[in-house]
């Protein structure tokens, strides 16, 4: 059975941070919806921060330093992603648009996306749909329906554990998510050098 999967990021600046706790959860209860379906699921989480000068040298000299490559390498080898950021004067984080300004361009082309984004005020919760839901479009990603929106007050106090609507909403986009992975066959990346000549090939 092949293992499927899951690139979750994180754009939280601070440690700990919400951003990192709503990513967590949707990225549990995402891999518990995919055992259920059964499948094997293989999950792997981000912090930006750990790779903010990497995306800036990145986007100042065209060319990704390896620990950035890599990262961007598991992005376009991932059957699903899951991103969080934080809301920054009414969008997405700064270091959360540059990182997917360096993913190229058709990495991210119909694969699935869960969007998340965190704030102080329930206010900001059309963040999801009128800046990160855009942007994945553009990119032509297959966009779960259900956005996650976590507020301060969505979650409980102490534990890190979510209210009962926040709750629900994680594990109803968590289910899409599951769906819209398990409706495709995995992803498979194509080695470089698979149609390279070889050394006597290339004497001969």
Known sequence: MTTRKLFVVSAGLSQPSSSR????HLATATARELRARGEEVEVRTIELRDHAHDVVNNTLTGFAPGALREVLDAVAAAD??????????ASYSGLFKSFFDVVEEEALADKPVLIGATGGTPRHSLVLEHAVRPLFAYLRSVVVPTGVYAASEDWG??????HQGLAQRI???AGEMAALITMREPVTVADPFESAPSFDQLLG
């Open 21 to 24: 706790l709503l990513a967590d």
């Open 80 to 89: 699903g992603l899951i991103v969080v950021t934080p809301t920054f004067r």
């Open 157 to 162: 106090t102490g534990g890190g554990k979510a």
């Open 171 to 173: 594990d109803r986009a």
